[in-house]
């Protein structure tokens, strides 16, 4: 008896992002790798805390997939591309990453609704309300470097950059939970 309650179509693309969250957190890995190399321990530090909240979607995927009565297709990663040139560079390039997710996020939870699979409708939106959060702390990470000077950052502002994302907490404070109180 088939218990698979995911058609073809979208067995194929949860497939493809459970790889895809796998590559992202090659991504953040090797980033992080890269800012351990240059010195910058704190930042190195926030990227790979990232690389394993990465791993967890893969798996949240990977677990989504299994429960459906899908079939799970393990396929290779692609290799995270070319390191940072520089901390401003590492975080357009994070920023750049995330926006791409966020896209296919979108494109997953546009095909669980022209199918109207409301259960996999359904856990997208966890996924869309985390790349809200993603989004804002990428943002704010470029925030953060174009005060410190941007590609033409100043030692001295790395320093301070790095101490501070060392404590930085994970998560980013977003639109939808501010209140007159709490902007």
């Not at 985390?130 to 470029?142: K, N, S, V, Y």
Request: net charge negative; charged share 25%.
């Amino acid at each position: 008896m088939d218990t698979n309650r995911l058609s073809a179509t979208l067995e194929k693309a949860l497939n493809a992002q459970m790889t895809n969250e796998a590559h992202n957190a090659q991504i953040y890995l090797a980033y992080a790798s890269w800012a351990s190399e240059k010195g910058y321990d704190g930042i190195a530090n926030f990227l790979f805390r990232h690389a394993n909240e990465e791993r967890t979607h893969m798996m949240k995927f990977l677990e989504y997939i299994l429960k459906r009565g899908g079939k799970v297709t393990v396929t290779a990663i692609p290799g995270p591309g070319d390191n940072p040139k520089s901390v401003n560079d590492c975080f357009e390039k994070v920023y750049t990453s995330e926006v791409e997710n966020t896209r296919r996020i979108y494109a997953l939870v546009d095909a669980s609704m022209a199918e109207k699979d409301w259960a996999t409708y359904n856990f997208m939106q966890w996924f869309v309300n985390e790349q809200i959060e993603e989004e804002t702390l990428a943002m704010d990470l470029l925030s953060k470097i174009k005060v410190a000077g941007g590609a033409d950052a100043k030692d001295t502002a790395l320093y301070a950059l790095d101490a501070d994302l060392g404590k930085k907490p994970d998560d980013a404070q977003l639109a939808q939970d501010a209140t007159v109180e709490n902007p």
